[in-house]
């Protein structure tokens, strides 16, 4: 039901741009995001969109100010916009959607507020 894309190969500096289509019940979903994991350690938490009521938007501390997260509604899709990416991003991209009710933000970022998970993408910056 997700179908994460746009994943490869940059050199540090440069941008990516990716995608993570929804089909289905696209309409129960009220948030979607990104998480990554690098080579022999844990996911983490990389940027996340809400938009339940109002529009609600959390990113990581590591990605704040290079990655921007947007949605267009008309494509069920999820866009994370990379710029100045960093050998250090350099990871698999995994996209996330919830169902149900809306969740403050300090859950977004929390793997388990999410139900429905994309394959992922690999990323990888040169330096």
């Known amino acids: 039901q997700l179908q994460a894309s746009g994943g490869g190969l940059v050199q540090a500096g440069g941008s990516l741009r990716l995608s993570c289509a929804a089909s289905?019940?696209?309409?129960?979903?009220?948030?979607v995001g990104w998480f990554r994991q690098f080579l022999g350690k844990e996911r983490e938490f990389v940027a996340a969109i809400n938009w339940s009521g109002m529009i609600t938007y959390r990113y990581a501390d590591s990605v704040k100010g290079r990655f921007t997260i947007s949605r267009d509604r008309a494509k069920s899709t999820v866009y994370l916009q990379m710029a100045s990416l960093k050998p250090e991003d350099t990871a698999i991209y995994y996209c996330?959607?919830?169902?149900?009710?809306?969740?403050?933000?300090?859950?977004?970022?929390?793997?388990?507020?999410?139900?429905?998970w994309g394959q992922g993408t690999p990323v990888t910056v040169s330096s």
């Open positions: 289905g019940r696209t309409f129960d979903y009220s948030t």
């Open positions: 996330a959607a919830r169902r149900g009710p809306r969740i403050i933000s300090s859950l977004m970022s929390t793997e388990t507020s999410y139900d429905y």
